[in-house]
């Protein structure tokens, strides 16, 4: 991938991603994200911000970080499938906005 990738040791992938939609990291993003999350398990995402982190597969975790729209982001994912997970959730998080009611 280009900008923003970066395969770690241990099977890990790493991405950084400019949280799109501006009202940042509210409770719509943040289920969509932990759907996407169990959608791709095994895999698992933790998301960091400002020196802390959240498991990306529960929606009060993401919520605590409190991530204001344009701030960035780092999603590390783990395990089989990372990659893949890891992509699908810098795309959603760099959308401008979730779909209403979705």
Known sequence: MGDGAHPVSGGDEVR???VGDPL???ARPCASLAALVRRHA????VVRHRGQQADGAHVIDLLVLTVP???EVELV???PGAGALADAAQRLLAAPAGPPGG
């Open 24 to 26: 940042g990291l509210h």
């Open 42 to 45: 095994p895999a698992r995402l």
């Open 77 to 79: 994912a783990s395990g």
């Open 16 to 18: 950084r991603v400019v």
């Open 69 to 71: 729209g344009g701030a």
